[in-house]
């Protein structure tokens, strides 16, 4: 018998966990963490990984995890396992796919190429921490079999690199996960596309993400779209002639900063890059060359594909530059007199991360201007509405909101049939069908 259990993430944004199961084979898709990864200081003599398990952090799923050493926690380990496992990750936010390291060795991890890429330079880099799993590539489209499961991978558009919804079918149960969704980003063709191949497919579950539904407004400071952004990102450089911008991108969006770069070459500023995000870009775009900070290297291998600068050179002109800057390095705002600090979903992404206030501080010493240029990730309400009715599945499921009531009613009085899931539930294909 097919069944589906949602482990985590109904009312949360990220961490959202779904496993797929039948008697022979089980696929778990995304394996994030809850809410904000905090460092835990103090595990009570537990491991890290049976301390988030215990406190509910990492779900408590049996026979996936290395149990041995538990010693509090109760639960049946990998071994005694006879299920064919995968876990699918849509894409490498931390909330998608931050718990990959507590896995045994020999978990197969299948995640699309460009994701992998990105999560082997990240580590490479030191920006992302490795974990033991063994990771599987794959294109979209690809069909993949998991024992009688067959999980078939859609390219989509997040604010991050190789993002995928995943279409999944098993005995009696066809099951889409939308992963993170827009229709705002550089590929808003893919969205479209998908959600076509979901109409034609006929789902019984959708699963869909609903993180605008969290907020009454479109969050303050967000450009509608990626290209609005780049429009006054070139504004403003445009009507900048006396001063350095630094620029804080999020490391992941490799997208963003290569137009955001690309633009203000244009606008005639050289874009000077941290040593570590040039690695990131040369993996994606290796044939071009980079202007980079020379007090911003980790390695003393010469690379031909970098031009050096240094930042005395950059105090001569700063007019001529922008500084990519990421927070470690914010305190460089006191080499210039004054300046623009545009902030372009970079970390710390918000209010509720204590260096949020630190960097506001060290900027508002150096007189530089805080100046928000981001844009959303994740759908407006409307375009949710139009993708569930298009897709047209027996039952979609909000998840991936802190207001999963008020998608469900929205979704209910636009005539989507909707459903409230309950966490940890098991829930059969026949039940969901008929439900
Ligand atoms: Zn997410």
């Given at each position: 018998m097919t069944t589906f259990q949602i482990w985590n993430g109904l009312n949360t944004i990220g961490g959202n966990i779904v496993e797929i199961r039948t008697e022979k084979a089980r696929v778990i898709?995304?394996?994030?963490?809850?809410?904000?990864?905090?460092?835990?200081?103090?595990?009570?003599?537990?491991?890290?990984?049976?301390?988030?398990?215990?406190?509910?952090?990492?779900?408590?799923?049996?026979?996936?995890?290395?149990?041995?050493?538990?010693?509090m926690v109760k639960l049946s380990s990998v071994?005694?396992?006879?299920?064919?496992?995968?876990?699918?990750?849509?894409?490498?936010?931390?909330?998608?796919?931050?718990?990959?390291?507590?896995?045994?060795?020999?978990?197969?991890?299948?995640?699309?190429?460009?994701?992998?890429?990105?999560?082997?330079?990240?580590?490479?880099?030191?920006?992302?921490?490795?974990?033991?799993?063994?990771?599987?590539?794959?294109?979209?489209?690809?069909?993949?079999?998991?024992?009688?499961?067959?999980?078939?991978?859609?390219?989509?558009?997040?604010?991050?690199?190789?993002?995928?919804?995943?279409?999944i079918e098993a005995p009696g149960l066809k099951l889409i996960h939308s992963g993170d969704v827009r229709l705002t980003g550089y590929y808003p063709e893919l969205v479209d596309k998908w959600v076509q191949e979901a109409a034609d497919w006929r789902p019984d579950v959708l699963l869909l993400e609903g993180t605008s539904f969290s907020f009454e407004e479109p969050k303050e400071s967000?450009?509608?779209?990626?290209?609005?952004?780049?429009?006054?990102?070139?504004?403003?450089?445009?009507?900048?002639?006396?001063?350095?911008?630094?620029?804080?991108?999020?490391?992941?969006?490799?997208?963003?900063?290569?137009?955001?770069?690309?633009?203000?070459?244009?606008?005639?500023?050289?874009?000077?890059?941290?040593?570590s995000y040039t690695q990131l870009m040369h993996a994606f775009y290796p044939n071009e060359t980079w202007t980079v900070l020379t007090e911003s290297a980790?390695?003393?291998?010469?690379?031909?594909?970098?031009?050096?600068?240094?930042?005395?050179?950059?105090?001569?002109?700063?007019?001529?530059?922008?500084?990519?800057?990421?927070?470690?390095?914010?305190?460089?705002?006191?080499?210039?007199?004054k300046g623009i600090y545009a902030h372009s979903n970079g970390e710390p992404l918000g209010d509720y991360d204590s260096n949020y206030a630190v960097l506001l501080d060290t900027l508002a010493a150096s007189q530089f201007e805080f100046l928000p240029i981001g844009a959303s990730g994740h759908a407006a309400q409307e375009d949710l509405i139009r993708i569930a009715k298009k897709v047209q599945a027996k039952q979609t499921i909000p998840w991936h909101t802190f207001e999963p009531e008020k998608m469900y009613q929205r979704f209910m009085a636009e005539g989507v049939p909707a459903f409230l899931a309950e966490k940890g539930k098991v829930y059969s294909a026949a039940e969901i069908r008929h439900n």
């Open positions: 898709c995304d394996f994030g963490l809850t809410g904000i990864g905090k460092v835990i200081e103090n595990t009570d003599g537990l491991s890290e990984m049976e301390y988030l398990i215990k406190h509910g952090f990492m779900p408590a799923i049996p026979e996936l995890y290395d149990t041995s050493a538990f010693q071994k005694d396992s006879s299920l064919e496992t995968a876990i699918f990750i849509s894409h490498l936010h931390l909330d998608h796919m931050g718990l990959l390291k507590y896995l045994p060795a020999a978990t197969k991890v299948y995640l699309s190429e460009e994701t992998d890429k990105l999560y082997q330079t990240l580590v490479a880099v030191g920006e992302e921490e490795e974990s033991p799993v063994e990771c599987i590539t794959f294109k979209g489209n690809e069909k993949i079999e998991i024992g009688d499961i067959h999980v078939q991978p859609k390219l989509t558009d997040h604010d991050t690199i190789g993002a995928c919804a995943f279409f967000g450009y509608e779209s990626e290209t609005a952004l780049v429009e006054s990102w070139k504004k403003l450089l445009q009507s900048t002639m006396d001063q350095i911008i630094f620029y804080n991108p999020y490391i992941r969006n490799v997208d963003r900063l290569r137009k955001v770069s690309l633009a203000t070459e244009e606008c005639g500023r050289t874009f000077v890059f941290e040593e980790t390695s003393s291998q010469e690379q031909s594909d970098i031009k050096w600068i240094s930042l005395a050179e950059v105090q001569q002109h700063p007019e001529h530059y922008v500084l990519q800057n990421s927070f470690k390095n914010s305190e460089m705002v006191s080499a210039f007199e």
